[in-house]
């Protein structure tokens, strides 16, 4: 794996993990421009003059994004097992194979929710978009890195085959129920669906 992409992976899994640092209060108009900052270069870059640049972009562009779906009032994102299939967001990630590129997924999938959500102008807990934006990471980091993770595998699959919108009502459901059953029909709003 090139330098550059261990460096994002690591950035990026670190931006899953809360941290007092972050700094406080991210617009929208900021979040906007990090989620532009990672599209831009999360996917790597080919000299190595460039990775490093790329990689504290990602790096930078990961916390902003985490730090607005954590704490606006604008969105809402399941953060759940039923849509994080490749991570375990309460255990984390550092003990599973591939856990770099698992963080940096996570950080694609926050990216995805964060700007449908403020194109659309209302929440959607749905991890449809999200999806959309980590498959699209997952398929590079496949054919520049042959990376597999089989949770990010079987959403392919389902999109491949038309099927991954139909699955993301159905995972949405799923934990909608399991929030229900944590803390009854009405759960206090955290910002982030999914998470009992």
């Given amino acids: 794996m090139p330098r550059f992409l261990l460096l994002a992976c690591a950035s990026a899994l670190a931006a899953a993990l809360p941290s007092p640092a972050l700094a406080s209060g991210v617009t929208r108009a900021q979040v906007l421009e990090a989620i532009r900052a990672f599209e831009a270069n999360a996917t790597g870059a080919d000299t190595p003059g460039r990775a490093a640049e790329a990689a504290d972009a990602v790096a930078k562009a990961s916390n902003t994004i985490l730090k607005f779906a954590i704490e606006s009032d604008d969105v809402v994102v399941d953060l759940g097992p039923n849509a994080v299939t490749w991570?375990?967001?309460?255990?984390?990630?550092?003990?599973?194979?591939?856990?770099?590129?698992?963080?940096?997924?996570?950080?694609?999938?926050?990216?995805?929710?964060v700007k449908a959500q403020l194109a659309s102008g209302r929440q959607d807990a749905n991890p449809f978009e999200g999806w959309v934006a980590m498959l699209r990471l997952y398929r590079a980091m496949k054919m520049r890195e042959d990376v597999t993770i089989p949770e990010a595998d079987s959403l392919l699959s389902r999109q491949m085959d038309g099927t991954l919108r139909e699955y993301a009502a159905s995972a949405l459901a799923r934990s909608t129920e399991a929030l229900r059953k944590a803390y009854g029909d009405k759960p206090a709003s955290t910002g982030l669906a999914g998470q009992p």
């Fill in 87 to 113: 991570c375990d967001v309460k255990k984390g990630i550092a003990d599973m194979p591939h856990s770099g590129e698992r963080g940096l997924l996570l950080a694609a999938y926050l990216s995805g929710c």
